[in-house]
């Protein structure tokens, strides 16, 4: 059974920066491709951040330039660097996974992990 943990969430002021980690138990993590996404109130969850088995990364365009999405496969962890912060990137942050790269839906999902951005 694949497990996903996310951590690192919390309060931070406007410009600030965290880092969130997602640690994988289960499965053959080094052929994930491992995402993020996240959920502010009110709002449907929406694709942050996604890296591929190989390293290959994307981003969606309010984020990038601020957000580095990075992967130990040796730690079997994922992380989301946040630098930069905005009261708008307030949302609980989910980490997810899927089978391969060329599948078209992640297959495990993580509890989320708050991020809040005071102005």
């Known amino acids: 059974q694949v497990q996903l943990v996310e951590s690192g969430g919390g309060l931070v002021q406007a410009g600030g920066s965290l880092r969130l980690s997602c640690a994988v138990s289960?499965?053959?993590?080094?052929?994930?491709?491992m995402g993020w996404f996240r959920q502010a109130p009110g709002k449907e969850r929406a694709f942050v951040a996604s890296?591929?088995?190989?390293?290959?990364?994307y981003y969606t365009d309010s984020v990038k330039g601020r957000f580095t999405i990075s992967r130990d496969n040796a730690k079997n962890t994922v992380y989301l660097q946040m630098n930069n912060l905005k009261p708008e990137d307030t949302a609980v942050y989910y980490c997810a996974g899927r089978n391969s790269d060329s599948a078209n839906k992640y297959d495990y999902w993580g509890q989320g992990t708050q991020v809040t951005v005071s102005s």
């Open positions: 890296i591929r088995s190989g390293g290959i990364t």
């Open positions: 289960g499965g053959f993590f080094s052929r994930y491709a």
